[in-house]
């Protein structure tokens, strides 16, 4: 059986949640501006109803799943993430408050990138960016990779050096000479727990 879901209509006929598409869909279609979407719990909806539709616009359903999770990210804290149009690709990162969403930091693209490439960078970017603002709360990534990168101080990357990225190997560069120069805080980067808390809420929403 196909798994039941819940879709939460935030502008529509009628507004509130619903169990079916089929009555999802007589809220929405053809109603100029309509927002909606679905979600894999009652929980998840309910809490997504009781929030804002632009937390949710072009992210994934489960990006606000860890909100009704019985053990939760640490407040407030930061959550970092990449996007990657292939491998190599144009690759992007950005760093967003994990309770508002709000995007604090975002760079890119640069050619011919990795994601674990962006992923390590929007690390070092979160930990150089509180380091500006005096800032020390945890930062929040969901990649494994990235975080031992960061902790060895080293990007070990297979990407291959040429000219269409040397831009992003000199950012690299000089974020390995950053982290060779500072000390990290312990416990100042955690890994996102994406399987309890759903989608990081840097995720670019474009999976």
């Known amino acids: 059986m196909p798994?039941?879901?819940y879709y939460v209509v935030w502008k529509g006929r009628k507004t509130g949640i619903f169990t079916t598409w089929a009555e999802c869909e007589k809220q929405?279609?053809?109603?100029?501006?309509?927002?909606?979407?679905?979600f894999g719990s009652e929980l998840e909806a309910e809490a997504a109803y009781l929030a804002n539709y632009d937390d949710y616009k072009g992210k994934v359903a489960t990006s606000g799943k860890w909100r009704t999770a019985s053990i939760q990210p640490i407040l407030p804290s930061l959550c970092v993430d990449a996007a990657c149009s292939g491998s190599p690709g144009r690759l992007e990162y950005r760093g967003v408050n994990t309770e508002t969403g709000e995007e604090i930091f975002q760079a890119g693209p640069y050619n011919e990138g990795t994601n674990n490439v962006g992923e390590f960078l929007?690390?070092?970017h979160a930990l150089t960016w509180q380091g500006k603002h005096n800032m020390h709360i945890?930062?929040?990534s969901d990649s494994q990779n990235a975080i031992s990168w960061v902790h060895t101080g080293e990007c070990k990357t297979?990407?291959?050096h040429s000219s269409h990225n040397a831009v992003l190997f000199a950012i690299i560069r000089?974020?390995?000479n950053w982290l060779?120069?500072?000390v990290l805080p312990e416990g100042k980067i955690l890994k996102w727990e994406t399987d309890i808390?759903?989608?990081n809420p840097a995720d670019f929403g474009r999976k």
Do not use: D, T
């Open 3 to 5: 798994k039941q879901k």
């Open 28 to 38: 929405v279609k053809g109603f100029v501006g309509a927002q909606f979407k679905a």
């Open 122 to 124: 929007a690390i070092v």
């Open 138 to 140: 945890p930062i929040y």
């Open 158 to 160: 297979k990407l291959k």
């Open 174 to 176: 000089s974020a390995e």
């Open 180 to 182: 060779a120069e500072n």
């Open 197 to 199: 808390w759903g989608e």
